[in-house]
């Protein structure tokens, strides 16, 4: 380093100490990017800029990364451990040049793997970025944009506390000295592919260019498809095309957000304070995995799943502190009230309304909104399911938008979309009082200001939150896989709609709702709620509590549900601590301990967090189930009856496993309960074990109500074969509810009619029933007979007792 650059970088560091404040993504980069501290390390940066320099040290130390101003020693030599990809401009050099210092090392550093066959240097590109402001159309600027010396100092006191420093994937020299070679040529390359990636880190961060809404309003009244249903809406009402077009107008502002970066900075800080004084603390996971599609140029859509109206604030609010522009967000109209609609307007949402039918332009102008989005690179945010779970589950996707998505690539979209799914959490959904009261009959609550007052009035702790990025699923591939021939529907102007689209669209639904699931988070509030759910009084002795939540704890710890599922580090003890410090439990304490209960409201209310987790265990579940009914049985019979009842459990919850998996998943949760000393293991013989029995049969009441559920179903099935889908969903409620009253059964979805109707479709799609509506009686009846055994004498009595008492089945 030459005595001039370290004079000049000495006087930088005092005036950017107190001007410079931000945050480093990801906050771990040496965990999060896999990189090794044992490897020679240099960064690569975008542009010539002492002042980047210096904020990347200050990161990089913080990271317990090595000093970028520290030279770097390879077999001797010593070189620097930066290189810049740009150099500053000035009257007599463009911008675009890329300095000569870089290429010759690059160089020196390729020709050292080709000395050292053991060398690996890891490059770490690192983008320093001064504000996220996206830009303007029609400003025709670079995306990112190199400054003179003046123009870094103004960047820095304007949007010094809005610094962010982006750590990337590391690039083995190895690789490219093994595949490419060592000469000249190869370190121009290097040089040049950084730039597209330092344009990307950009774009991924601010995102695109953001029209004025006139301009957007303008390029859309204007194009061959809302222009024909202009012309369509005049003639089908008889009104003139001057007429039908102010009605496009007001439906194109009705809908449009209009997105704005100050209003999202000054957001980011409400935010802040909100979630600091509501939660102990915001869980983010695989969130690298979003960032990586982002700058590999993909077209993001989340879909998350939709707990509460916190959920829209939520994930934004996490996006924009992971280094990603925050979504462009389909909300609902009733959301479009004062002053809400408009600030949520400028946060990125854009309304749609519940349903499109009857109004042909209008949902015409909605699929070229949001087209354009595509189009344009928006990232897209929209809730699959169409409104908020009121049990806890994950409801069926509405599949309209998702169509939609897929109608825009029909388009002739030039990159690939992939489908983000996301799992919100919560310990307390401030909503869940009101969702048991609509469940009980009450009729929902209007949104409105007044609504919102009374929400922030009531604002406490509510523990830990959840965001975890599922696995995401590529549209572009899917469609490759399912229907090969698909580009060959590609239509500039969308006046088709091919054969394929609705089979293939229910499909990637529910592979889209799996993944939202196989994303989920276990937490205190869930585990323990589970736990006392399902004992028969709702109590539990601290204890037996403990006990009971670690026997969880270890099964989706030892046996994995998926990769993307996280489980709390804490112990069950340190669980049930946090758990009863959120106020939801009845403690109570004699002279042998603390015993903790619910009492019947609560009971309604903990069957919400039991249900955001109830298909991690429900294969667990079942199997000791099958273990407690029938005490001693053979390992055979425990995978026939599994795999049996599987299928309407894998379409009801969404669970990840496929039916083939079946005898393996079996086998290694038969060892983990053995392990855990539930059950002895005789060669291939399964018998309960009696000291611990009590924490087994807990463990099978999980799934005990989805059984019960089963039954009443086939069983009215079996013996009311003249009863249609209509009568047997209704007549199956009716004895649900009746059922519930006698045996103190408080989930609110055990009489759901939308359970009900899912199942018998089930049913037809294994073939229970056939395409006539036929029961097919002998495996009808042998499936009836298998669910009996697996239920308690008590139900099962009172299952029989009521079909054979309704006179109106007589």
Known sequence: MSSRHHYTRSLLKLPLKPLVKGSAIPANPVDDLAINLNKPIVYALPFRSNVDLLTLRHYALNAGLPDPLEPLIINGESFDRFVYNTSRPNKRRRYTDIPTASVELFEQLLKQHKIDPELDIQVIPVTVLWGRSPGKEGQCKPYLRAYTSLQKAKMVIK????CLVR???????????DQHGTDVTIAHKLARVARIHFSRQKLAASGPDLPGRHQLFKRLMTSPVVKKAIADEAKSKKISEEKASHEAHKI???IAANFSYSFVKKGDRLL???WNRIYQGLNVNNASTVRRLAQDGHEVVYVPCHRSHMDYLLLSYVLFHEGMVPPHIAAGINLNFFPAGPLFRRGGAFFIRRSFKGNKLYSTLFREYLVELFAKGYSVEYFSEGGRSRTGRLLPAKTGMLAMTIQAMLRGLNRPVTLVPVYIGYEHVMEVNSYAKELKGNRKEKENAGLVLRTIRKLRNFGQGYVNFGEPITINQYLNEKVPEWTQ???????????????????????????????????????????????????LSRNSLIKQVDCYMKLLTNVPYSDTVTVPEQSAEELVTHAESLDKFIIETDKMGD?????????????????????????PSLIAQIVVRHQSIHKEDIVKHVTTIYPFLKQELFITHDINEMPQLIERYLQEFAQQQLIVVDGDIVTMKQNNAQRTMRLGRII???????????????????????????????????????????????FDKGVFSALFVTLKQQGYIDENGERQLEQCQAFTDQLNTMITPEVRLTIQESLYRDTQLA
Request: hydrophobic share 45%; net charge neutral.
């Open 159 to 162: 949007h010094g506390r809005d």
């Open 704 to 750: 005990a109500e989805t059984l019960q559920r089963y039954a009443i179903a086939l069983n009215l099935l079996v013996m009311h074969s003249e009863l249609n889908k209509s009568e047997l969903e209704k007549h199956s409620q009716a004895i649900a509810q009746r059922l519930g009253r006698l045996h103190g059964i408080n989930a609110p979805e055990f």
């Open 252 to 254: 194109l502002d009705e």
């Open 595 to 619: 015993i903790i209960s619910l009492d019947r409201q609560q009971s309604i209310l903990m069957t919400y967090y039991r249900n955001n987790i109830i298909h991690l265990l429900a294969i």
């Open 272 to 274: 802040g304070w909100l």
């Open 489 to 539: 529907d590609i239509d500039p102007l969308g006046n088709s709609k091919p054969q394929w689209l609705t089979p293939v669209v229910n499909d990637l639904a529910t592979k889209m709702m799996t993944h939202i699931n196989g994303a989920a988070a276990a937490n205190a509030m869930t585990l323990c709620a589970t736990a006392l759910l399902a004992s028969r009084q709702r109590a």
């Open 167 to 177: 750590f990337s994937p590391v690039v083995s020299l190895r690789y490219m000295a």
